[in-house]
């Protein structure tokens, strides 16, 4: 065997590696972009969410100015109620040790309790 040929099958082997390797690096990219969140300023996002058992729970939802409440189950999505985004902006989360959030007060409270009594009752599991 010679030299060139030698040269040749190795330089072809690195080339095919260095190729597989750009594949799989572009391949990873697309999908960890697919993966990512919304980008925090669009139109909708996550706020919070509190899950209420096995593939059920209230979220949060940011649409545009408003937040939306929706009850999340396995078989569908329901708009519980909606708040205003002004008022959301004003809040701050709950602390650790579980007192409401400051700009929420008792009537929103007594509003997310409410809606968690009738997803409650909705479910059967009252």
């Not at 040929?5 to 690096?25: C, G, N």
């Not at 007594?110 to 809606?115: A, G, K, N, P, T």
């Amino acid at each position: 065997m010679s030299t060139l040929s030698l040269a040749w099958q190795l330089a072809k082997y690195l080339f095919l590696t260095i190729f597989v390797l750009v594949l799989a690096v572009g391949a990873t990219r697309l999908w960890v972009r697919r993966l990512r969140p919304a980008r925090p300023g669009g139109y909708l996002s996550l706020l919070e969410g509190l899950p209420l058992g096995p593939k059920q729970g209230v979220y949060l939802v940011r649409a545009a100015d408003q937040v939306l409440v929706l009850g999340v189950t396995e078989a569908n999505i329901t708009l519980l109620g909606t708040i205003s985004g002004a008022a959301v902006n004003a809040t701050t989360p709950a602390d650790p040790a579980g007192a409401p959030a400051s700009g929420i007060g008792a009537w929103g409270t007594d509003i997310v309790q409410r809606w968690l009594l009738n997803l409650r009752k909705r479910g059967g599991a009252e």
